[in-house]
């Protein structure tokens, strides 16, 4: 059975309002998809929002340490291990290099954020992913922060769902 | 720190240890029993996770731990769950359910010790049931036959097959687990056709030592002839 390895960790902080905000960004890839050696891997957005708020999305991916569908460096981890290590994250002040995040918000057609974004004046289109439909929302780059508001209005969506990263270096 | 504005607050919890027998699971199997206060009031004790789509379920340590971070785990994050009054962190509100497995209760113990039964009720149409083979070499039964020749009075003349078993008692805990694998396997989609639920029943009698704590009551009261 096929499970997800996650390598690396890094916390992108921004401030909003005098709060900070954080997009947790992961390098991770299932384990039988690569070549023999090396299982592919690649950085992407897997939780958003306030300490609050990604502490309690990364309380739901530590369900999946406890089957061991997830292994953080490819070996066993227990559910509290796990948030610890997100928590520990968070809470440290460093700064990670060379990272950044933008928005790339890709949501279901129908979803009430998008009567929000249309609210915001922000233009949209039709498009599709896996062969599934959905609708990319262009969010102006210096507007890129009320991408947060997002995440406070619909605790459904994830950080994959509205922002990608980029620059951080591979393992 | 403590927060009386949340809206559940978690008193108690116990974990149930059924009986150590073969082919239920890898490990040994549980039911979790939780004690919460909603906006300040008191709610009787229930069974946690005991049910997934109408069929009894056993918990491991593994799925108890999945099932919470799913749930009550995140609400302590949002201070939407406290335990004792007080606010706490994820881990170590995992670490207390952790806890309650490692000091898990004896089925049998359950009733001197909570006053609580702990029950399975199964539920189906036996027509569709009759044929129902077991695969399982450790099963107490090879087929559904088998499972109406030890358990006659489940047979009832409407057609249905209705069983409540007390997982305190010898070898229930396995039965029930055998007989609803194969309820479940026999009836396929027609999933209103098999039922199983698990029942924590407080026990109604009044344990003996408590018999001479009762109060005399006062009156003045001439009693009639």
Redesign the interface.
């Known amino acids: 059975m096929s499970y997800r390895i996650e390598y690396q960790w890094a916390a992108l902080r921004t401030t909003v309002a005098g709060e900070a905000r954080f997009v947790i960004a992961v390098e991770g890839g299932d384990n039988n998809i690569g070549d023999a050696r090396r299982a592919a891997r690649r950085w992407e957005a897997c939780m958003i929002g306030s300490a609050?708020q990604v502490?309690?999305q990364a309380?739901?991916f530590?369900?999946?340490c406890?089957?061991e569908m997830l292994r953080p460096l490819g070996r066993r981890c227990s559910?509290?291990a796990y948030?610890?290590r997100i928590?520990c994250l968070i809470e440290s002040h460093e700064q990670t290099s060379g990272g950044l995040w933008f928005p790339d918000v890709n949501l279901l057609p129908g979803h009430p954020a998008l009567s929000f974004a249309r609210d915001m004046g922000w233009p949209s289109e039709p498009t599709s992913r896996f062969g599934c439909s959905e609708v990319h929302v262009e969010i102006p780059p210096q507007q890129r922060e009320l991408v947060f508001q997002l995440v406070d209005r619909f605790s459904d969506l994830r950080a994959w769902h509205l922002v990608k990263v980029d620059g951080l270096l591979g393992s | 720190m403590t927060n009386s504005s949340t809206e559940v607050d978690e008193f108690g919890r116990l974990v149930v240890r059924l009986p150590d027998e073969p082919a239920i699971s890898r490990g040994p199997v549980f039911v979790a029993l939780l004690w919460e206060a909603e906006l300040g009031r008191p709610r009787p004790a229930r069974l946690l996770y005991s049910s997934r789509c109408d069929r009894m379920v056993y918990l491991s340590e593994g799925c108890l731990v999945q099932a919470l971070c799913a749930d009550r785990a995140q609400e302590v994050v949002d201070g939407s769950r406290t335990v004792d009054g007080r606010l706490i962190a994820p881990e170590a509100y995992l670490k207390l359910w952790r806890r309650a497995v490692a000091q898990a209760l004896p089925v049998h113990r359950l009733g001197l010790l909570h006053n609580f039964q702990l029950l399975v009720h199964m539920r189906g149409t036996l027509e569709l049931l009759r044929e129902a083979r077991c695969y399982w070499d450790t099963s107490p039964f090879t087929c559904f036959r088998e499972v109406l020749q030890r358990y006659p009075q489940a047979e009832r003349q409407s057609g249905r097959f209705e069983l409540s078993l007390d997982l305190a008692t010898d070898g229930a805990a396995r039965a029930a687990w055998h007989i609803n694998t194969m309820g479940s396997q026999a009836v396929g989609c027609e999933m209103q056709a098999w039922t199983s639920e698990l029942e924590l029943r407080p026990i109604a009698s009044v344990r003996q030592a408590d018999l001479f704590d009762v109060e005399p009551v006062e009156t003045d009261d001439v009693l009639p002839h």
């Open positions: 609050r502490l309690k309380v739901g530590a369900a999946s406890e089957s559910a509290e948030i610890r928590r």
